[in-house]
């Protein structure tokens, strides 16, 4: 049986990701900015010079040079700077001085010895569970290794766009930044290893896991068995219920009822479909069998959710609207 699909991209599709680029920064000589935990996802990459970052609940500070980005997953507060001993400062009043300018940069310190660029990543309401959760709060990309070379040629474009303000340059940006969030989360996996990740991302780096996941993803709808997909990996029931569960926290079967009831979510949503449409198409053969997996895997019924979701949605447009 060949199948072929992509868990990363069906999470990163399904979550709704989105970036956008904040004010840059330039420092030099001794400096050191602490910054508050960021409501989205942030990262940071050195264009020039080098600095030290200091998160908070990490034991070790992470030597930045030139070229190395890092992506912080978690809202915790982080500090910047030249180097160990230097006093911090809050970072926001930099910020907001460039806010409003064309071009805007934040400026601290004597001297240009070091240039950042930056930004964010925005998700929708189940990247916590589904993404942010099995990564650790802080990737560190060194950007001299050979397997980095892609981010430096997105973080190369980005400079020319922001430095040459092209039409259209903000899309492009935002979209740039969005392929060097991928490449990170692939470096990562890569590079890193086995326990890189947890959950349903460490799967992707276990040789066996793997094809059973990325089966489970190409065909949610399947009436799949431990069987089956012991097949695709090519390995016994057994071996492949032991290393599944070990990798991703759950057998394989328990890990695509979850799957389908996240695309059952997103169908609703939408709103544009019936429940028996949706049951269809996530691999239930009746309303019925929907309603009873989504209620033991989210307390509530589809219909529950829909109409809570309604009420939401209505209450936040009356907001506005007053």
Excluded at 110 to 118: L, R
Excluded at 131 to 143: A, K, R, W
Excluded at 144 to 160: P, S
């Amino acid at each position: 049986m060949s199948v072929q699909a992509d868990p990363l991209q069906d999470v990163l599709t399904l979550v709704g990701t989105t970036s956008q680029l904040s004010i840059g920064l330039v420092a030099g000589g001794e400096w050191a900015l602490s910054f508050r935990p960021p409501e989205a996802v942030k990262f940071n990459a050195v264009r020039r010079g080098h600095c030290l970052l200091t998160v908070d609940g990490v034991p070790e500070p992470i030597k930045m040079d030139e070229g190395d980005c890092f992506l912080l997953t978690q809202p915790r507060a982080f500090t910047l700077a030249s180097g160990p001993g230097v006093r911090p400062i809050p970072a926001e009043p930099f910020f907001a001085a460039a806010r409003g300018k064309a071009h805007g940069v934040a400026r601290v310190g004597a001297g240009d010895d070091t240039v950042f660029i930056g930004g964010r990543f925005d998700f929708g309401e189940r990247a916590q569970e589904l993404l942010l959760d099995v990564l650790p709060p802080v990737i560190h990309v060194p950007g001299r290794t050979a397997e980095a070379a892609i981010v430096r040629w997105v973080l190369d474009q980005i400079d020319a766009e922001l430095r040459d303000r092209p039409l259209a340059s903000t899309l492009v940006t935002e979209h740039l930044a969005l392929v060097m969030l991928i490449h990170v989360l692939r470096l990562h996996l890569t590079v890193a290893g086995p326990g890189a990740a947890t959950g349903w991302l460490g799967g992707l780096t276990d040789p066996v896991v793997a094809p059973a996941l990325q089966a489970l993803h190409a065909r949610p709808a399947h009436p799949w068995t431990v069987a089956q997909l012991a097949d695709v990996a090519a390995v016994s029931r057994s071996t492949l219920a032991a290393r599944f569960k070990q990798a991703v926290g759950r057998g394989p079967l328990e890990y695509l009822t979850g799957w389908r009831i996240e695309l059952a979510i997103e169908r609703l949503r939408r709103g544009d479909e019936t429940l028996a449409m949706i049951a269809r198409e996530v691999g239930y053969g009746s309303e019925s069998a929907l309603s009873n997996a989504f209620r033991r895997v989210t307390g509530s019924s589809p219909r529950e959710y829909r109409i809570s979701r309604m009420r939401t949605g209505s209450a936040a447009a009356a907001h506005l609207s007053g």
